[in-house]
């Protein structure tokens, strides 16, 4: 085990942790030169909708060989929403590679990884990344990454780490801050440093064997896949192995270790290695597996809790069953369930009439489960997301968030407009360039809530927004509405030149003509705050001179086509948001005009 490193990659998101690693990789010739990943970027991030987004969702383990050494490597995202992949695999690593954006700085996300990191006393190599960007701040990065350590660490031994500046792009690492970046091409020194800083794992090999797992995969051959770090004795297949607490027994059919991007089966395996095992269908991550069922449990990775809700439900619409393949309550609650094997930040709570209660760390972290689903073929209604309440002492207690921003100067008005009308509390501003400005803002987290696309369309995608939820207040005032009302599709129909013409009249469209709408439908936004409704399926009456029913008017297109995210984020309360494979259709919860207004007569009695 001399010759093993086990280390884990950690930052803030689109801080470089992928594309460092695409360089080791490559680097390292874990490819032959004329194979097609040597040309790829994003080479651990398999997913689509890791790739469609540039964002790591999944962590996943990956091994390199250098000098003689094998380095396994933990790729960990970077977005807070997916703080639970962090907290459930770092403790497989002895060490940890800190990856700093040089302009940014460290953001909350780095807080949190390196807090995490210390807790499990992990050795820390530093690596500031984009040092060949055009407003790199390096020594007030140090600066900042100095006070950092200084918060965070507990003993002395926290703050004493190597600092190594890199450009990942070029594969470019450097033990001291180059004065031309494109100098060279090598991530050696970066290799160098692992060998000499990160210790081997501790070879405690004549113990009883015992492993924690951190996480699962499936094989359509051999069922469900048990990885994690060996934490004592040896391991050999057929080996009779425990599930600690309840005591369940299986053999051991497989043992993989890691080679590149690829797991290759082994006879053997001991103390320190990271290893997948098949043979149990009921292991769990956070579970022990002990080759004596008397063994203790090792700890489970501690999750912080979630922190949004989104109620989800079989479709109600008059289109349900129309376009998914799984639409019955039952599907989706199997699905759920399953969810909940892997993504261990997930809560699930069934309610009535076939109902369910998903949690999770934030919007995105939500809004990727149901992007999954829906690609899967399962059609769903989802209600407006709400934050989750806590009571302390008697007294609502709300989820406050620490975000941070970068923002080009021409839209610092934008942002000081936006965050005032939201409750939040300007800590800090401050220019870091001649074109940018850093906000630090603290406010509810219910407030966050579709504040993101938001500023993204505001600042025509130049923001950079990150948050951390850094307490617990006192449940504040009500939020205003922000959002105008709704124009709503007063008959079913397929949606006409005519009638989309007379929508734009009063608002903002979010159909085109040939779509099919139904009573109660959200065909529009609304100029005004109120909402009404509009036939957009109203056909021009023809008269003599008239013998074509468009009459001359253009091909009319919808205003806006709508994401997942911005959909979600578009929801009041007393509307749905309709999924299937196909459609995203939003709708009030009470299709009928009738309905709705005995709805509000009654929410106004109570």
Known sequence: MNNTRNIAVIAHVDHGKTTLIDALLKQTH?????QKEMSREQILD?????????????????????????????????????????ERTLGMAEGALLIV???????????????????LNLKIIVLINKIDKKYARVPITITRLSDLFLDLATTEDQIDFPTLYSVAKCGSVFTHLP????????????LETILSHIPAPKMEINKPFKMLVSSLDYDNHLGKIAIGKIYQGQLSLNQQLYIIPNGQSFPVENIFTYNGLDRQPVSTAMAGDIVAIAGSSTVAIGCTIAGNKQEISLPAPIVEPPTLQITIAANTSPFSGHEGLFSTSRQLEERLTRELENNIGLKLEKLDKGRFKVSGRGELHLSILLETMRRQGYEMEIGKPEVIVKRIDNILHEPMEEVNIIV????????????GKRQSQLVKMEPISDQETEFIFDLPTRALIGLRSLLLTLTKGTIVLSSQ????????????????????????????????KNLKGRGISL??????????MVVGQNAKDDDIEVNVAKEKHLTNHRSKSHDGIAKLASDIEMSLEQSIDFLEKDELLEITPKSLRLRKRYLTGVDRRRALSQSERV
């Open 179 to 190: 004065k031309n970046a494109s100098q060279t091409n090598t991530v050696q020194p970066l």
């Open 408 to 419: 080009p100067n021409q839209y610092i008005g934008i942002i000081n407009q936006e965050f």
């Open 30 to 34: 874990v490819f032959r030169d004329n």
């Open 46 to 86: 398999s997913n689509d909708l890791e790739r469609e987004r540039g964002i790591t969702i999944m962590a996943k383990n990956c091994a390199i060989l250098y000098k003689g050494t094998k380095i396994n490597i933990i790729d960990t995202p970077g977005h807070a929403d997916f703080s639970g992949e962090v």
């Open 469 to 500: 939820i850094i307490n617990y207040q006192p449940l504040k005032a009500k939020l205003p509405k922000l959002r105008k009302g709704v124009i709503i599709a007063a008959v079913a129909g397929k949606v006409t030149e005519y009638g989309l």
């Open 101 to 119: 954006d040089a302009q940014e700085g460290p953001m909350p996300q780095t807080r949190f990884v390196l807090k995490k990191a210390f807790e």
């Open 511 to 520: 159909v085109k003509p040939g779509d099919e709408v139904y009573q109660g």
